[in-house]
């Protein structure tokens, strides 16, 4: 269940959500995430506050890191976001 503050979620409230840009198939912009957890050219990984985003391809290339902003370009297949909140602990 999300926390709710004037149709906004809390992390879009206390300006901790992530956002996700997609350009075609060609490239991704991702803006406030915590850090990249695996990076080669046929997978990145990456660990945002409240989720998991991996992009699947080829010939990925993470062409611009900063500070919570990175930019990832190359044949881009699929991309999947593992929401953690969903997860069960065993």
């Known amino acids: 269940m999300k926390n709710y ?3 906004k979620s809390l992390g879009e409230f206390t300006g901790i959500a992530s956002n ?7 490239k991704v912009v991702i803006e406030s ?9 046929s ?3 990456i660990k945002t ?9 080829n010939k990925l290339i993470l062409t611009t890191y900063s500070s919570g902003y990175a930019e990832i370009t190359g ?11 969903n997860k069960t602990v065993k």
């Open 75 to 85: 044949n881009i297949d699929r991309i999947e976001i593992d929401d953690k909140k």
């Open 20 to 26: 996700i840009n997609i350009y075609g198939t060609k």
């Open 43 to 45: 997978l990145i990984i």
């Open 33 to 41: 995430f915590k850090k990249i957890l695996e990076c080669n050219e």
């Open 49 to 57: 506050c409240d989720s998991r985003i991996s992009l699947w391809g």
């Open 5 to 7: 503050i004037n149709n």
